[in-house]
């Protein structure tokens, strides 16, 4: 029984040490969204995934890089996608604290970052993402009615 | 020759879920023989790759009923055999210290196998492959297998 609890403690004491650094990710990128060169360029008011990503990285290749293909497909000029070769531009990979790849930010319209996805994360993940940075509002309709459309796959 | 080299990453994910498991398992029940089982089906499947035990349980039972996908991806297989090695040798030193009455160092050993299995199995994060990788640039014997342009 003791064991038990040592191991819920531990379990639990690791995730949350997961979840703090996550929060603590976020918040530093957020510090400097406003003037980070990667994000110059966007469209305001519209949703946007930053993908850091690699030559070498094999899942970015065969998993991710369809997955935000699909997405961008479903959801046309509703999400902005910023693909980054962390190794071509390793500042940008230490800016954001990015430590391996594939990661994608989900930032809202604004440029703040909401969301961090360690390795892999899948369309269906990234539309429920992109929905609640948009507060269910921007693109919804999109996202729903194809959301079905590509759970078949 | 690259273009050939292909790894099943479905087979690594279930090799370490059987890893974590057996080894939250062992601690649970205070139990370091179970620790001992897991190190030496892990140094076995780093020595003969074919006789991998977990490896074989998604190969023979898990993936021919359909419970796990293959996820077979362009990839070298040497680093994650590494890996696995590197995992095997710290668990083997967790269960030689459980031996001798060093607890809270033998049972530190299996957590730190159980969190790097962790991050590799739920953040695609390889420690043992970034090891490998990282002798490889530095021109270490036997490290000679670069990181693969995914194609």
Redesign the interface.
Same mark, same amino acid.
Request: charged fraction near 5%; charge should be positive.
């Given at each position: 029984m003791d064991? !038990?609890l040592l191991?819920s403690i !531990?379990v639990l004491l690791?995730v949350m040490a997961f979840v703090i650094l996550r929060r603590w990710q976020l918040r530093r990128v957020a510090r400097q969204a406003a003037t980070d060169p990667l994000l110059s360029d966007l469209h305001p008011d519209v949703p946007t995934i930053v993908y850091f990503t690699s030559?070498?990285?094999?899942?970015?290749?065969?998993r991710q890089k369809p997955a935000l293909r699909v997405l961008q497909d479903d959801l046309g000029e509703g999400v902005q996608i910023v693909e980054v070769n962390a190794l071509e531009d390793p500042d940008a990979a230490r800016r954001w604290g990015v430590?391996?790849v594939?990661t994608t930010f989900i930032l809202d319209g604004r440029g703040m970052p909401h969301e961090v996805n360690?390795?892999?994360a899948g369309v269906e993940k990234l539309k429920r993402q992109l929905q609640k940075v948009s507060g269910g509002k921007h693109p919804p309709g999109r996202i729903l009615a194809h959301g079905s459309h590509i759970g078949t796959h | 020759m690259s273009a050939e080299r292909k790894v099943d990453h479905s087979a690594i994910r279930t090799n370490q879920v059987f890893i974590i498991g057996l080894l939250a398992l062992a601690f649970v029940l205070n139990q370091p023989l179970l620790v001992a089982f897991v190190a030496a089906v892990m140094i076995v499947g780093t020595i003969w790759p074919d006789a991998a035990l977990f490896k074989r349980i998604y190969r023979h039972v898990l993936r021919p009923a359909g419970l796990v996908r293959p996820d077979v991806i362009r990839d070298n297989p040497e680093p994650h055999r590494f890996a696995q090695g590197l995992g095997g040798t710290f668990t083997a030193l967790s269960f030689v210290a459980l031996l001798a009455g060093a607890s809270l160092i033998g049972w530190g050993l299996a957590w730190l196998v159980i969190v790097l299995a962790g991050l590799n199995l739920f953040l695609g994060w390889c420690a043992g492959c970034t090891v490998y990788y990282l002798l490889n640039r530095l021109g270490v014997p036997g490290f000679d297998h670069r990181r693969l342009e995914a194609g």
């Open positions: 064991r !038990i191991f !531990i690791l030559p070498y990285c094999a899942p970015c290749q065969t430590l391996s594939p360690y390795g892999v | -």
